[in-house]
């Protein structure tokens, strides 16, 4: 049965190596590599003159107003976001925020005066804390539990 794929001698010296004898062919390589890049230009050549003619075609889209984009006079997009507000001065930035940390944690203070939440100092807290002492659970008696959220929710759901 003849084959197409031509019949090259094979060197015994290739066989003991368990190599190929030849290198293999590079004209054949730089050909496709030359064909893959001249692919390349002429495709960037075609989308170059293909924006041109467009560009020349339809300058100025009319309905732009009417779809909802937004142009500024020299007919180019408005910014739709501010820029971003960068912080130029870490360290006094810092210096400043714990400064305002520190205030409000030392001062006496509304947090909701419409529901009569006010702020004290820390050390004031602790000396009421120590003077009244923290609420506790007595051992003897069971741990008391309200509703489930389920049952708050179906109790919602039945009431007119």
């Given amino acids: ?12 010296e290739a066989l003991v190596r368990k190599h190929e004898s030849r290198n293999p062919p590079v004209n054949r390589i ?3 590599a030359g064909l893959v890049v001249l692919m390349m230009v002429v495709c960037q050549a075609i989308v170059w ?12 889209d009319k309905t732009m107003e009417q779809r909802g984009i937004v142009t500024a006079p020299n007919l180019q997009l408005l910014t739709r976001f501010p820029a ?6 870490p360290h006094d930035d810092l210096v400043a925020f ?3 940390a520190d205030a409000e944690l030392n001062s006496y203070g509304w947090v909701d005066r419409s ?8 050390e004031r807290a602790m000396d009421l804390i120590v003077e009244r002492g923290l609420p506790f ?4 008696k069971p741990a008391t539990t309200g509703k489930s959220s389920l049952e708050l929710i179906r109790e919602r759901s039945e009431k007119p």
């Fill in 30 to 32: 730089l050909l496709v």
């Fill in 84 to 89: 971003p507000a960068l912080q130029l001065n």
């Fill in 49 to 60: 003159r293909m924006m041109g003619n467009l560009a020349r075609a339809r300058p100025l």
């Fill in 137 to 140: 659970r007595s051992e003897n």
């Fill in 115 to 122: 529901n009569g939440i006010v702020r004290i100092p820390i």
């Fill in 98 to 100: 714990r400064a305002r």
């Fill in 1 to 12: 049965m003849p084959t197409d794929a031509p019949q090259l001698p094979v060197e015994p």
